[in-house]
T-cell receptor, first 110, second 111 residues
């Protein structure tokens, strides 16, 4: 079993829809990251969180430590949000390296 | 330019050849990482470094060598390339226990 599981693997949405991507993990963590990988391949960090909720523009990330679960929400989705969204965790005993999920490929249609 | 840069962006080589992928960051971040990304897998850690002259193995280190003589550089060497090392390689840096900043990636094909 993978230590970090994301769902769904693929997601197609219409422009304007509210989107949720889920991440579950099985290890103890010190932090959870959400990353965005553009179609061209570049990877950008969106959020790092260890508790609660963070918001940046139309993106909201939440984490429930007890349930070992995090969600990434996108409000009013737009075709430019089309990308692969990757969840990654830093386990409690690591030196800083991350354990990655396989990613969720999001396509937003106009 | 400020940031983290990888070179080359694309590389084709033959089995058995030595290949070095370069990674350079201008922030003086203490931590640097090398990952590989393959279809069906998430990013997987090859090696990481907590500071100059300190390196450690990640999940998939076999066939790779790293060095960190200067804080800003973290080259990854494939001593004798194999087809299974065909992949996209990402370098990243991190200050303290903060977010990681990724390079643009190197697409390596081993024929």
């Amino acid at each position: 079993k993978n230590e970090v599981e994301q769902s769904p693997q693929n997601l197609t949405a219409q422009e304007g829809e509210f989107i949720t991507i889920n991440c579950s993990y099985s290890v103890g963590i010190s932090a959870l990251h959400w990353l965005q990988q553009h179609p061209g391949g570049g990877i950008v960090s969106l959020f790092m969180l260890s508790s609660g909720k963070k918001k940046h523009g139309r993106l909201i990330a939440t984490i429930n430590i007890q349930e070992k679960h995090s969600s990434l929400h996108i409000t009013a989705s737009h075709p430019r949000d089309s990308a692969v969204y990757i969840c990654a965790v830093r386990s409690g005993g690591s030196q800083g390296n991350l354990i990655f999920g396989k990613g969720t490929k999001l396509s937003v249609k106009p | 330019d400020a940031g983290i840069t990888q070179s080359p962006r694309y590389k084709i080589t033959e089995t058995g050849r030595q290949v070095t992928l370069m990674c350079h960051q201008t922030w003086s971040h203490s931590y640097m990482f090398w990952y590989r990304q393959d279809l069906g897998h998430g990013l997987r850690l090859i090696y990481y470094s907590a500071a100059a002259d300190i390196t450690d193995k990640g999940e998939v280190p076999d066939g790779y060598v790293v060095s960190r003589s200067k804080t800003e550089n973290f080259p990854l060497t494939l001593e004798s390339a194999t087809r299974s090392q065909t992949s996209v390689y990402f370098c990243a840096s991190m200050k303290g226990e903060n977010i990681q900043y990724f390079g643009a990636g190197t697409r390596l094909s081993v024929l």
